[in-house]
């Protein structure tokens, strides 16, 4: 018969598959030991391609300075829990996907780093969002200097007509209009 914690470990299991986020586990090396059904389907590589593979991070961040400091943050050099700090990782088909990562530091009875857990959200589409929000808002207030910039020149052309006509008037003995 299974125990109460064996029926904990195996929702914990589940809720970890079939969560809507990137879920993974790192041992104290930067091993994955967790990879979960969304991380496949963000990242395009299949659990038994993540787990045991010594290049999976060569994969996910190709450029050897961005993944010392990725490394950073799940391997040794994590020292510690982090919230909301995003990287870019590329995909198995090239496509670069911005994670927003929170990830705790797994420590033994010893209090010894022996790994890390971490959650991440493809915020790629939110991004996209708020740079053309950004690009927006500029085209705006240009729009909105331009035609401040337009207003001046038609007020400083109303201001000529007016004593232009205002001068016609006084040559032609009349009071001044404006």
């Known amino acids: 018969m299974l125990t109460l914690l ?5 929702m914990y299991k589940e809720l970890i598959e079939c969560a809507n986020v990137i879920i993974n586990a790192f041992d104290a090396s930067g091993n994955v030991l967790i990879w979960n059904k969304a991380s496949e389907e963000i990242t395009g590589y299949k659990k038994k391609e993540a787990i045991g593979n010594k290049k999976i991070m060569e994969l996910l961040y190709p450029d050897a300075e961005y993944r010392s400091e990725v490394l950073k943050s799940i391997g ?3 020292k510690n829990n982090y919230k909301n700090v995003e990287f870019i990782l590329k995909t198995k088909y090239g496509d670069k ?17 022996v790994g890390s857990f971490a959650v991440g959200i493809d915020v790629s589409i939110k991004n996209v969002v708020k740079e053309r929000e950004r690009e927006s808002f500029r085209a705006l207030l240009k729009s909105v200097r331009f035609h401040e910039d337009i207003k001046q020149k038609y007020e400083v052309l109303i201001q000529q007509l007016r004593e232009e006509v205002n001068s016609l008037c006084k040559d032609l003995s009349r009071p001044p209009k404006y």
């Not at 927003?100 to 780093?113: C, I, P």
Request: aromatic share 8%; glycine share 12%.
């Open 6 to 10: 064996d029926k904990d470990i195996g």
């Open 76 to 78: 040794t050099g994590f």
């Open 97 to 113: 996907k911005s994670i927003s990562w929170s990830a705790v530091l797994v420590k033994n009875a010893k209090g010894e780093s």
